[in-house]
């Protein structure tokens, strides 16, 4: 096993076997609450959860996030997790392609797991810094794999703290913009949930992205993960201190509320249950979802324990814009009538 595939599998562990969420900073969205109607004029059933996402009909707003793969543990995961989203109809992003694109027959994987998502998008992931090294090879190896988006993570405090990290980030932007010219395929650009500020946002979206995932603090904590790994004693005194660095989510879609009508925003990070969820869309993100969560609920009952939390997450988002007297998505998502800030005596301004 190569160093990149053993350190993938190690990540995997820790994310299942730890408690490697943040130690005080929260995701945001216990400050803020639906207003409830007690009269929508509209009957449960009437209620609409579709959505639409790269030429696909969703049948929820609700995205799986980047997983780990390339090693055994991963592949399978994945796999399943293809079949779950492809009959679910919910989006699918797949963990880092790094380990492929360094043993490049394994990446018949990749090819099988598209071949399994026909229903729904499929998004490969690779990292900023690698981005940069593989930039002559990528858009072969995209068109190769038929992806229907590319995601590049942002993670310089990852890179920082990781054992084997390249923080390495001058000629980030430059690097984006030239895959955004060489490729067809969307571009969504993220954060790998420590959070990205309105001012990235705003810089990504000036460099032409349509696709970001804001990935923000709260849910897991990719330092913790990676001071698990570290062996040196003062590195990781020296992770510790970044323990809860990070924007919640939710205060990152409350600030950049205004802007999800030009960019199309996904929203990650502690989102763990459907409630905060629903209140993710509501707050303007185009999908939701996590991680985590699914990588949990498939240690301990397999697909079929997935199945069952979208199912749940579905019927909460129901519930959520029926008691608010929403039809569909779009009436719900970034209504600033629907919900507001716990401590904010007015509605949204």
């Given at each position: 096993m190569n160093g990149t595939k053993k350190?993938?599998?190690?990540?995997?562990?820790?994310?299942?076997?730890?408690?490697?969420?943040?130690?005080?900073?929260?995701?945001?969205?216990?400050?803020?609450?639906?207003?409830?109607?007690?009269?929508?004029e509209l009957n449960l059933d009437e209620t609409d959860t579709t959505t639409s996402f790269l030429e696909y009909k969703l049948e929820i707003p609700l995205i799986i996030s980047a997983i780990s793969g390339g090693e055994d543990t991963g592949d399978k995961l994945n796999m399943q997790l293809a079949e779950v989203s492809n009959d679910e109809k919910i989006a699918l992003e797949l963990g880092s392609i790094r380990p492929y694109?360094?043993?490049?027959?394994?990446?018949?994987?990749l090819k099988e797991i598209r071949s399994i998502c026909k229903n729904n998008p499929l998004i490969a992931n690779l990292g900023a810094v690698q981005v940069k090294s593989y930039l002559k090879i990528l858009p072969s190896v995209i068109e190769e794999i038929g992806i229907d988006c590319f995601s590049i993570h942002l993670n310089p405090l990852q890179e920082a703290i990781q054992p084997e990290g390249e923080p390495l980030y001058k000629g980030i932007k430059e690097a984006i913009k030239s895959l955004k010219r060489e490729i067809?395929?969307?571009?969504?650009?993220?954060?790998?949930?420590?959070?990205?500020?309105?001012?990235?946002?705003?810089?990504?979206?000036?460099?032409?992205?349509?696709?970001?995932?804001?990935?923000?603090?709260?849910?897991?904590?990719?330092?913790?993960?990676?001071?698990?790994?570290i062996t040196d004693k003062l590195k990781r005194e020296i992770a510790r201190e970044f323990y809860d660095w990070g924007i919640p989510t939710a205060t990152i879609l409350n600030e950049i509320r205004d802007l999800t009508k030009d960019v199309k925003i996904i929203a990650t990070g502690g989102i763990d249950r459907g409630i905060k969820f629903a209140k993710a869309i509501a707050l303007g993100a185009h999908l939701a979802g996590g991680s985590r969560i699914f990588v949990k609920k498939w240690t301990e009952g397999g697909q079929n324990a997935i199945r069952e939390l979208i199912h749940v997450w579905k019927e909460v988002l129901k519930i959520a814009m029926f008691c608010t007297g929403c039809k569909n998505i779009d009436e719900f998502r970034a209504n600033k009538n629907i919900i507001r800030e716990k401590y904010a005596f007015n509605s949204f301004t």
């Amino acid at each position: 096993m190569n160093g990149t595939k053993k350190r993938k599998k190690e990540q995997l562990t820790i994310a299942t076997e730890k408690d490697i969420t943040y130690s005080t900073l929260s995701d945001g969205f216990d400050w803020f609450y639906f207003i409830n109607n007690s009269l929508p004029e509209l009957n449960l059933d009437e209620t609409d959860t579709t959505t639409s996402f790269l030429e696909y009909k969703l049948e929820i707003p609700l995205i799986i996030s980047a997983i780990s793969g390339g090693e055994d543990t991963g592949d399978k995961l994945n796999m399943q997790l293809a079949e779950v989203s492809n009959d679910e109809k919910i989006a699918l992003e797949l963990g880092s392609i790094r380990p492929y694109l360094e043993d490049k027959a394994k990446l018949s994987i990749l090819k099988e797991i598209r071949s399994i998502c026909k229903n729904n998008p499929l998004i490969a992931n690779l990292g900023a810094v690698q981005v940069k090294s593989y930039l002559k090879i990528l858009p072969s190896v995209i068109e190769e794999i038929g992806i229907d988006c590319f995601s590049i993570h942002l993670n310089p405090l990852q890179e920082a703290i990781q054992p084997e990290g390249e923080p390495l980030y001058k000629g980030i932007k430059e690097a984006i913009k030239s895959l955004k010219r060489e490729i067809n395929t969307p571009i969504i650009v993220k954060e790998i949930g420590i959070g990205l500020s309105r001012n990235v946002v705003v810089e990504l979206m000036n460099i032409g992205i349509e696709y970001i995932n804001i990935a923000g603090a709260g849910g897991t904590s990719w330092v913790k993960i990676e001071s698990e790994r570290i062996t040196d004693k003062l590195k990781r005194e020296i992770a510790r201190e970044f323990y809860d660095w990070g924007i919640p989510t939710a205060t990152i879609l409350n600030e950049i509320r205004d802007l999800t009508k030009d960019v199309k925003i996904i929203a990650t990070g502690g989102i763990d249950r459907g409630i905060k969820f629903a209140k993710a869309i509501a707050l303007g993100a185009h999908l939701a979802g996590g991680s985590r969560i699914f990588v949990k609920k498939w240690t301990e009952g397999g697909q079929n324990a997935i199945r069952e939390l979208i199912h749940v997450w579905k019927e909460v988002l129901k519930i959520a814009m029926f008691c608010t007297g929403c039809k569909n998505i779009d009436e719900f998502r970034a209504n600033k009538n629907i919900i507001r800030e716990k401590y904010a005596f007015n509605s949204f301004t």
